[in-house]
């Protein structure tokens, strides 16, 4: 089974930074996707960013850009100019089989 | 924008009872799922759902918990026998296709076992 490790349990940024959130991956698979969620203190899980192991690109949305690196089996999700919203647990489930790590709190400070 | 809902938001129940926690997913989606968190802790796959029958489901996925989508908008996940364990969020979601295909969450019900 895929696992996905997310070695990072806090972060801290200042408000307007970047922010970088690690998310690695275990897998023999040729051609798989991670997604990133955001899960605020409300408790909703907001989809974020999805990066597709065939991408030639890195994906981007907004703020959010994601640094793919296939070869070291990492997606790790990029925010840049942090917001006070930005706080709030990052997951970076593994495609449709969606298997969670243990998730990164990220707080934004002002 | 169309959305997964879920009903109710929260559920609170004696240990031993049976609970139905109820979704309505997107409706041009053909794959469901079900997910829970328990509090602080990461979000665990329970089961995914295609074609009317089970694809998928997790080790916590034993036989108290079981699956339905009875009529063409909701799907439900039904636990027999609750534990207090089983308190969580629990999340639904669909999503259209396999693959690459985003995963939409529901809002979440809080079940609370007492």
């Known amino acids: 089974a895929q696992k996905i490790t997310q070695t990072q349990p806090g972060m801290f940024v200042q408000e307007k930074e970047a922010v970088t959130l690690d998310c690695t991956y275990d897998?023999?698979?040729?051609?798989?996707?991670l997604f990133w969620y955001k899960q605020p203190s409300s408790g909703e899980m907001i989809f974020l960013i999805y990066?597709?192991?065939?991408?030639?690109q890195n994906a981007t949305e907004g703020r959010y850009s994601l640094n793919f690196q296939k070869a070291r089996k990492s997606a790790n999700l990029v925010i840049s100019a942090s917001q006070l919203g930005d706080s709030a647990m990052y997951f970076c489930?593994?495609?449709?089989?969606?298997?969670f790590g243990a998730g990164t709190r990220l707080t934004v400070k002002p | 924008e169309p959305e997964v809902t879920q009903t109710p938001s929260h559920q609170v129940t004696q240990m031993g009872q049976e609970v139905i926690l109820r979704c309505v997913p997107i409706?041009?989606?053909?794959?469901f799922y079900w997910y829970r968190q328990i509090l602080g802790q990461k979000v665990e796959f329970l089961v995914s759902?295609?074609?009317?029958?089970?694809?998928?489901k997790s080790e916590i996925f034993d036989d108290q918990f079981s699956v339905e989508r009875p009529d063409g908008s909701n799907f439900t996940l039904k636990i027999r026998s609750t534990k207090l364990e089983d308190s969580a969020m629990y999340f639904c979601?669909?999503?259209?296709?396999?693959?690459?295909?985003?995963?939409?969450f529901g809002p979440g019900t809080r079940l609370t076992v007492l």
């Open positions: 990066q597709g192991s065939y991408d030639e």
């Open positions: 979601a669909s999503t259209r296709g396999m693959g690459t295909d985003t995963q939409y």
């Open positions: 897998t023999s698979d040729q051609s798989y996707g």
């Open positions: 759902f295609y074609n009317n029958e089970i694809s998928e």
């Open positions: 489930p593994w495609r449709n089989d969606m298997r």
């Open positions: 409706s041009n989606h053909l794959y």
